[in-house]
């Protein structure tokens, strides 16, 4: 297994080791807040450095600040904290800038993918703009393939960053702004064509080990360290279960008292075992009601559902209480987040990721 550590040299640091010491410093610094419960927060300032120069924008992925929702949690009455892990400060906007720099570091490594080779994906948006940066860097083409029913700025960003992009249609009544299984079939048999066709490279996010590895040697050691080692719990909506299995790893690993809760949307809740009849529902980039060859069922403590309803109002208190502009995927894990505060977890400290931003949803209701 790779090291945990990412060391000088490291193929894996997604920032410099200096970078992650200064979140962290920035981050002791918020929890010795703690010690000072009646003090002005408008005027704490925070002395920040910036990070060193870059030599590509891929130095730039990673090293997200983790930050404690005091205000969300405090106006709902409840004991804990709440930290939120900011992944839509990645420079495509969301958590999968990791993944896409990790599958393809790792296949340019080991051969499978050869210089100027064509790289083609399956997304709905997130991945595919962060292999969109990825291969802009490296001197890969990069086709996107992704449903109708995801938002159209998501196919514009992939198209701006030098992405091919192939929009399918949706199955027979779908609805824009829901994809569904169906829809997920149509696009994958849409991929193995290009594929074919062009002799390129796929990532395979759904079922390459690297995306849990992404996560298992970034994100999840970040948000241990930046916390302190305070972690109690951590919560994540499936999408490709990269992200859930990769923290839940490493939070398992130094302390195997963590506990996961695996969050679907209500309506296509099959990782549950609950009997689905129509899987449509709003949060793209989750809740394909499939088998996801990267879950780890040990990792996971107990299952969860969201409403579409209650995952955007809590997306939107969220922009309006504290400040965090992020898409609706996010609000199902702060709904899930809450809960535990009202029950198994009060006074204890839950992880959350902040998956992507308010920016890929705003020809949606989500920010009407």
Known sequence: MASLRSGPGHPGA?????????????????????????RDESSVRTERRPPP?????????GGTPLVDLRQLVRNRGLEGRILAKLEYLNPGSSKKDRVA????????ADGRLREGQAVVEVTSGNTGTGLAIVCAALGHPFVAIMSKGN???????????????????????????????????????????????????????????????????????EIWEQSGGTIDAFTMIAGTCGTYTGVMRYLRRVNPSV????????????????????????????????????????????????????????????AVEEGIFAGISTGANLAVALRLLQGPERGRTVAVIVCDSGLKYLSTDLYP
């Open 53 to 61: 120069l870059a030599s590509s924008i891929l130095e730039a992925i």
């Open 151 to 221: 938002t159209i700025e998501r196919a514009r960003q992939m198209a701006a960053l030098g992405a091919e992009v192939i929009l399918v249609d949706q199955g027979p009544d779908a609805v824009v702004g829901e994809v569904t299984r169906c829809d997920m079939a149509l696009v994958e048999e849409t991929a193995r064509r290009i594929v074919a066709d062009r002799g390129a490279f796929r990532a395979f996010q759904f079922e390459c080990e690297d995306n849990c590895r992404a996560h298992e040697e970034s994100t999840g050691p």
């Open 101 to 108: 720099l990790e599958i393809v570091r790792r296949a340019r």
């Open 259 to 318: 506990r996961g809760y695996l969050i679907e949307p209500a309506r296509a809740a099959v990782l549950a075992g609950v009997c689905v009849d129509d899987p449509r529902h709003k949060i793209q980039g989750a809740g394909y009601a499939r088998d996801l060859p990267l879950l780890d069922r040990s990792l996971v403590t107990d299952y969860a559902q969201v409403e579409d309803d209650e995952s955007a109002e809590l997306t939107r208190a969220l």
């Open 14 to 38: 997604y920032r410099s080791r200096r970078v992650l010491e200064m979140n962290l410093q920035q981050a002791v610094a918020g929890v010795a807040e703690e010690d000072h419960p009646t």
